[in-house]
């Protein structure tokens, strides 16, 4: 059995609360691609992905999903043959486009147990976090990884707990401190490194692929801890 050892760990009862579990996560770069891939393994019965990139020979430094024969394929139509090679048992639902406040009704048109913001536009960000809290759906929101080198670093908090995070000092000011306390957000707490090129973002394998499995980590016991 695929997810035997899992099983070993969490036990069958909430292997099969993972089973019966639907995740969307909007953004498959190299943090949320790395969600997919942990969440898949973690036996989530139903992803729900969302991203309208093609693989680029410039994400070959940290995302998952590009290789060579992905170069020039849309993200969502590899992450789900992907999917379908690790565990065929799961339902996969993909939508190509760019959220924002006049079509993310149209991705959340079935039962969501938790959303994951991977994206790094901030008007998207703003959309989905404000569509979550509106309508109680749990959410995470990942924050800036580039320019950094310790994935150690990485935590989960609060956004208003955030600092030495210039993407989380953007999205405090979109919302009221109140608010704040209400998104809950990956974070690194490490000081962007100064970089030769400032129209360059610089990344690296690690860091934003630590945060893609520690927010997975994170929703794997968040529903395993809340849902019946």
């Known amino acids: 059995m695929k997810f035997t050892r899992l099983e070993n760990l969490i036990g069958s009862f909430s292997l099969e609360k993972l089973k019966s579990s639907t995740v969307l996560i909007v953004g ?9 891939e942990a969440l898949t393994r973690s036996g989530i019965g139903n992803l729900i992905l969302v991203d309208y990139d093609k693989v680029d020979i410039t994400n070959f430094n940290r995302q998952i999903i590009a290789v060579n024969e992905n170069i020039g394929k849309y993200k969502v139509d590899c992450f789900k043959e992907r999917i379908d090679s690790i565990n065929e048992g799961c339902n996969v639902i993909t939508y190509k ?8 009704k149209d991705i959340f048109n079935t039962k969501i147990d938790f959303v994951v913001d991977a994206v790094d536009d901030v008007s998207a960000k703003v959309a989905i976090i404000n569509y979550c809290l509106e309508h109680n759906i749990d959410f995470i929101s990942s924050m800036g990884t580039g320019n950094r080198l310790d994935p150690s670093k990485l935590t989960i908090m ?4 955030t ?19 209400r998104i809950n957000v990956c974070t690194s ?15 690296n394998a690690f860091v934003p692929s630590s945060a893609g499995l520690l927010i997975a980590s994170y929703i794997v016991g968040k529903i395993n801890e809340t849902k019946c």
Not at 165 to 179: G, H, N
Not at 189 to 203: A, M, N, R, Y
Request: proline fraction near 4%.
């Open 189 to 203: 707490t490490e000081l962007p490194l100064k970089v030769k090129d400032k129209s360059v973002i610089g990344s």
């Open 158 to 161: 609060t956004l208003d707990k």
């Open 28 to 36: 498959l770069g190299g943090v949320g691609g790395y969600v997919v």
């Open 97 to 104: 486009l760019k959220i924002d406040n006049d079509n993310i």
């Open 163 to 181: 600092y030495n995070d210039p993407l989380a000092r953007i999205m405090r000011s979109k919302f009221e401190k109140s608010v704040q306390k």
